[in-house]
């Protein structure tokens, strides 16, 4: 009964080789992107190609591998030559690539990314760079194609939320080789025209339509422009540098054009909600003022009015007698200052101070005496000079020496020089 029943190994093994013999499937050509890419040390390259619905593994063996001219990374768009076979161990399909090469789309991913680092590096994404985007515009320019769905999205989702804003159209390719130099342009053109904010963008597409908003003078422009620049580049899976670079970025053109200008229904709402509570803080203020009125007419002060008078009188009286009482304090203080210095000795006997001032006086003179040199010379000492030099050691004696008296000075010369501590 349980012959029916085939291993899952067998069947496997079964639709392997169904694969092998598909002729169809011998040669395949797939375009597609590079996701978790993992390079064995074997050589040996893993990874998936997947587009926007769908997923195969894929295997590149290192003989093949080897002949790559690239270096190939998550997110790399390739084309890709190989045969479809199932492997067995999983029961995966996958396909064991021989070629691949860069598709185009993939350099343009490489582009992109290598422009966005340089430009981020030089710091034209910081955001102290962003300009803030006025709130209530009087005039909006738009760069974009003159016809399609993002210029009447923005013209009409403007009209509808802010009716009393101008909007000036700079018709500009957005598309082509001739795009980025056009955009360029618009831009420059743009600040002559004294508006409070610029939208730069257009609708969606794929990346090499969008292309002319990744290009660097785009991005520079978008940069040095004196206007706030809203970028609005394709759909919002969509992002470019010159999403980065503008001041603010909108994820579609209708979602640029109400991040541009205020919604007028919600103004009126709010300004309605303002009044209500302007006359309602009016009305609270009235009523306080008329109640503090109120107040101040009842007041005991303003109905006995003497009274505060009566009051202030009183305390002038209070002041003027402590006035009173600290002027006949200091007069008596200084009265008896005055008679304490009549009575002192100074006055009464003057002639004391002079005698102990003559006293003083004569103990000064005797001290001088004492210590006058003169007076020394005059008991019969004498001061003798070599050279204008007082001679203390007989080894200064010179030949001629001066010797000062007391009444008079003399030269004398030396005819013999002794040395008493020599014997």
Not at 350 to 355: E, M, N, R
């Amino acid at each position: 009964m349980n012959e029916k029943y085939i291993t899952i190994s067998a069947m496997t093994r079964y639709l392997k080789s169904k694969f092998d013999l598909d002729e169809n499937l011998k040669s395949v050509f797939l375009k597609g992107e590079i996701s978790n890419f993992k390079a064995h040390t074997s050589g040996h390259l893993y990874f998936s190609l997947k587009d926007e619905n769908s997923k195969i593994n894929a295997i590149m063996f290192s003989r093949n591998a080897s002949r790559l001219n690239f270096t190939p990374v998550d997110g790399t768009k390739v084309l890709v030559t190989g045969r479809i076979s199932i492997y067995e161990p999983t029961g995966n399909y996958q396909i064991y690539v021989d070629e691949m090469t860069e598709d185009g789309v993939g350099n343009l991913y490489i582009a992109f990314e290598k422009l966005k680092k340089e430009l981020e590096k030089e710091g034209l994404f910081d955001q102290k760079h962003k300009k803030p985007i006025p709130r209530f515009p009087k005039r909006v320019g738009v760069i974009t194609a003159s016809t399609g769905a993002a210029v009447r999205d923005i013209i009409t989702t403007t009209k509808r939320r802010f009716p009393i804003c101008e909007i000036i159209l700079f018709p500009t390719l957005v598309q082509g080789d001739n795009a980025k130099d056009d955009i360029v342009k618009n831009i420059k053109r743009a600040e002559d025209y004294d508006l409070d904010v610029l939208i730069v963008g257009r609708g969606g597409g794929s990346i090499e339509d969008l292309w002319a908003f990744n290009e660097e003078i785009v991005a520079r422009a978008i940069y040095d422009c004196k206007i706030p620049v809203i970028s609005a580049v394709g759909h919002e899976i969509d992002f470019t540098i010159s999403d980065f670079v503008a001041d603010l970025r909108a994820p579609t053109p209708t979602a640029a054009a109400e991040l541009a200008v205020p919604n007028i229904t919600d103004l009126t709402s709010h300004i309605s909600q303002l009044s209500i509570r302007l006359k309602e803080a009016i009305n609270k203020k009235v009523n306080y003022q008329k109640l503090y009125l109120d107040s101040l007419k009842n007041s005991f002060v303003i109905k006995n009015p003497t009274i505060m008078y009566e009051n202030k009188k009183q305390s002038i009286d209070l002041m003027r007698d402590r006035i009173k009482e600290l002027i006949l304090r200091k007069y008596d203080k200084n009265k008896t200052i005055l008679e304490n210095l009549k009575t002192h000795y100074i006055l009464s006997k003057p002639q004391i101070l002079y005698q102990n001032s003559r006293q003083n006086l004569k103990t000064i003179i005797e001290k001088l005496e004492l210590l006058n040199p003169l007076n020394t010379l005059n008991r019969g000492y004498s001061i003798t000079y070599s050279d204008g030099k007082i001679v203390k050691d007989i080894k200064d004696v010179k030949d001629t020496v001066s010797i000062k008296l007391y009444n008079g000075t003399f030269k004398a010369k030396v005819i013999e020089k002794g040395d008493e501590t020599n014997g």
